[in-house]
């Protein structure tokens, strides 16, 4: 494989990523708003409601909801740290999943749609690459992308969530062993399979746009495992999450393998 020419495509989209006001700024809100403002409103929720004279009794009501392997992990703390501990690490453990997917789509979707409307794309299908070299570039653009947000917005929501619990915790209690599960080994699988949906979209695609429609159906699914765990109907432990991760590296490699086989420049001027 020509990795000189693979990897000239992979800076220059990264590069163009960067520029793209219509990538990073949808990436930033969401960055600051999950990594920083969440974990601050929720580490210092039970010092303020305590401040004021409230109770947490509604909190309480859904925990009391939740499924037994999650009330066993909880049974060790108070009431303010299990409120901490739920929402901090469980609940919002699969929205997490959204930061990367997000990011993956967003850049996937601008590879070939962004290159039609800054009028490069015949610059592009001139490189000395093969179809398929040409096609992985491009998931190596989305890809790195998404996991350089995912462990960046890790680091920072791991600091983020120990200070703004300290008052309560007393301790780091962040991260905990399925919170690396997770970012290790279900993260990569999950951008890998959103990139590949993404290209082959943006291949067909006339533009940003067009592509970026895609983006937003991407997320439904880890939104409804968001729904799915807040209303008790599922744990995500280390066993699910291994699992999870297995079923999603699968289809992400069986979707690169068809793309990669199926993918032909020349079919990208007429779509």
Do not use: C
Request: glycine share 8%; no cysteine; net charge positive.
């Amino acid at each position: 494989m020509n990795a000189r020419a693979m990897l000239a495509i992979v800076r220059k989209d990264l590069k163009v990523v960067i520029q793209n006001k219509n990538v990073v700024m949808p990436i930033i809100i969401i960055v600051v708003v999950f990594f920083i403002v969440i974990p601050w409103l929720v580490g210092l929720a039970p010092t303020i409601i305590h401040g004021l004279g409230g109770q947490m009794t509604s909190l309480e009501g859904i925990l009391a909801k939740m499924p037994a392997g999650m009330l066993q992990e909880l049974s060790g703390y108070a009431v303010s740290q299990k409120v901490i501990v739920f929402i901090l690490e469980y609940m919002l453990l699969p929205f997490f999943l959204i930061i990367p997917l997000m990011a993956a789509s967003l850049v996937a979707a601008d590879s070939f749609a962004g290159e039609k409307e800054r009028k490069t794309l015949e610059a592009l299908l001139y490189t000395p690459t093969t179809d398929r070299e040409l096609f992985v570039a491009k998931l190596l653009s989305g890809w790195l992308a998404s996991i350089a947000i995912a462990l960046g917005g890790f680091l920072i929501y791991s600091i983020n969530v120990n200070a703004a619990a300290w008052s309560q915790m007393q301790r780091i209690f962040f991260p905990n062993a399925l919170w690396l599960v997770l970012v290790i080994w279900v993260v990569p699988a999950l951008s890998g399979l959103g990139v590949s949906l993404m290209v082959v979209a943006s291949a067909r695609a006339q533009g940003f746009q067009d592509a970026n429609q895609m983006a937003g159906l991407v997320v439904l699914p880890i939104v409804a495992l968001f729904y799915a765990q807040l209303a008790g109907a599922i744990f995500l432990n280390i066993s699910i999450l291994l699992l999870m991760g297995l079923v999603i590296w699968f289809l992400a490699g069986l979707l690169i393998w068809l793309g990669s086989r199926s993918f032909r420049r020349n079919r990208l001027l007429a779509a």
